[in-house]
């Protein structure tokens, strides 16, 4: 069964830091595109961050660059999102998703159809 499980979410103040995991079981995460979303309530998801499948590529969507960093560890099968800095409107459950596309230098983050495997998500707070 392919699947994907975040952690790491939780309550933290303004200017504050959290690292998320996307840990992968039944498949590998080598040969996937890995892409980070988040929906603040009443809101649209959105796409938060990607990395290709050879590491090669992060993309950030504008109101994270500078204090998200995306990266992936093959051998933990483990793709982290570190968020620094973070603000209240970072606020909202973060997923992320999995695109089957390998040795691609290339990601996506505007177009989550492409993304075939999803976690449960893991709930961020930040606030005072």
């Known amino acids: 069964q392919l699947q994907l499980v975040e952690s790491g979410g939780g309550l933290v103040q303004p200017g504050g830091s959290l690292r998320l995991s996307c840990a992968a079981s039944?498949?590998?995460?080598?040969?996937?595109?890995i892409g980070w979303f988040r929906q603040a309530p009443g809101k649209a998801r959105e796409g938060v961050s990607c990395?290709?499948?050879?590491?090669?590529?992060?993309k950030y969507t504008d109101s994270v660059k500078g204090r998200f960093t995306i990266s992936r560890d093959n051998a933990k099968n483990t793709v982290y999102l570190q968020m620094n800095a973070m603000k209240p409107e970072d606020t909202a459950v973060y997923y992320c998703a999995a695109d089957y596309t390998p040795y691609s230098t290339l990601c996506w983050i505007m177009n989550e159809g492409q993304y075939h495997y999803w976690g449960q998500g893991t709930q961020v707070t930040v606030s005072s």
């Open positions: 990395i290709s499948s050879s590491g090669i590529t992060t």
């Open positions: 039944g498949f590998t995460l080598e040969y996937y595109n």
